[in-house]
């Protein structure tokens, strides 16, 4: 069976998360930053000095954390509240943003045992249906997801968006430098089968309504009102 799955991928700065989220929300799926992941297993690593070159350790500190999909915002708020991915019974903390883990999450990510644990961990998530942020989601997570967009931007834009979502300019110079070091060993290369997308010169709402057109187009079940299954 097809996975109800929006999978979303691209470089930093592209508007990847803004896009996933918002499209989350229209479609009334679960989002899943698949980033915040291994962000967490880094900051727990960081936490239990736990060697980040030590595959094995990390496999096990992986099998301690806990990933759900809870309601996003307090639940007090109005609806759309659609579901999103919680670490250890929480959403996840500006901490996973901290230059320690964003030095550091690179050389966690690399180990093939870790990359494997993290796979299982999010098609147990999505199992249900959500849009998927990451690296590898289109390609080996979920290769069989209807939907594939990957979003590209000039470098100036990226760095751009970056210094304000981050507020400052040492970002820029630090974005430049992960994107150097996660290309090493995990490239960003598109699936064959997912629609590129430049955000150069479109904004929020213009970039939502190409996305929309994708899956109008791929996966018509997946808008909202639609009565087919
Ligand atoms: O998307 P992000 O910047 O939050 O990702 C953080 C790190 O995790 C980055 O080094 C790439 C890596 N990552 C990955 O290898 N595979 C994924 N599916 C998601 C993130």
Not at 19 to 28: E, P, Q, S, V
Request: hydrophobic residues 45%.
């Amino acid at each position: 069976m097809t996975p109800r799955l929006i999978a979303i991928d691209g470089a930093a700065g592209s508007g990847k998360s803004t896009l996933a989220r918002l499209l989350a929300m229209t479609l009334g799926l679960p989002y899943v930053n698949t980033g915040a992941m291994y962000r967490a297993l880094t900051l727990a690593a960081l936490r239990e000095e736990v060697d980040v070159e030590d595959e094995d350790a990390l496999v096990r500190l992986m099998e301690t954390l806990d990933f759900t999909l809870r309601p996003a915002g307090r639940p007090e708020e109005p609806q759309p509240n659609p579901r999103e991915l919680w670490i250890d019974g929480a959403p996840p903390s500006d901490e996973l943003e901290s230059a320690e883990i964003e030095a550091n999450v690179s050389a966690v990510a690399r180990h093939p045992g870790v990359r494997a644990a993290m796979r299982a961990a999010q098609r147990a998530l999505g199992e249900g249906g959500a849009v998927m942020e990451g690296r590898d989601i289109g390609t080996a997570v979920f290769p069989d997801a209807p939907v594939k967009l990957f979003l590209v931007a000039a470098p100036q834009e990226r760095a751009g968006r970056r210094v304000e979502e981050r507020g400052s300019q040492e970002v820029a110079g630090a974005l430049l430098e992960r994107d150097r070091r996660d290309a090493l060993v995990n490239p960003l290369v598109p699936a064959e089968d997912a629609v590129v997308i430049d955000t150069s010169d479109l904004d929020v709402d213009g970039t939502l309504g190409v996305a929309l057109a994708v899956v109008a187009e791929r996966a018509p079940d997946l808008l909202p009102g639609s009565t087919q299954p």
